[in-house]
């Protein structure tokens, strides 16, 4: 079992940046793909970001040069910083944890508002 606790959403003005955490329980963090997922109002939910328990990753296309994943094994935690922010970015942002033998984890969700 793996808990999730994602932070760092808020409002932020068109062209802003956020950096969004999620916090990761137990010992084993380090097997896991972390992806980030977000799902704007009538709108089904899309994987944003990856990152592989090898480090590779992977952005959807509305996302790339403008986000970056990264994890941090030491202290269990996978970050989104995400630049260049659009109103098109609006949506609640989940973390997420997979790996193929112990299956998926996700997290409350963060909502992330960018409007002027």
């Known amino acids: 079992q793996v808990q999730l606790v994602e932070s760092g959403g808020g409002l932020v003005q068109p062209g802003g940046s956020l950096r969004l955490s999620c916090a990761a329980s137990?010992?084993?963090?380090?097997?896991?793909?972390m992806n980030w997922y977000r799902q704007a109002p009538g709108k089904q939910r899309e994987l944003v970001a990856s990152?592989?328990?090898?480090?590779?990753?992977n952005y959807a296309d509305s996302v790339k040069g403008r986000f970056t994943i990264s994890r941090d094994n030491a202290k269990n935690s996978v970050y989104l910083q995400m630049n260049s922010l659009k109103p098109d970015d609006t949506a609640v942002y989940y973390c997420?944890?997979?790996?193929?033998?112990?299956?998926?984890?996700w997290g409350q969700g963060t909502q992330v508002t960018v409007s002027s």
């Open positions: 997420n944890a997979y790996q193929i033998n112990r299956g998926a984890f």
């Open positions: 137990g010992s084993i963090f380090h097997i896991y793909t």
């Open positions: 990152i592989t328990s090898g480090g590779s990753t």
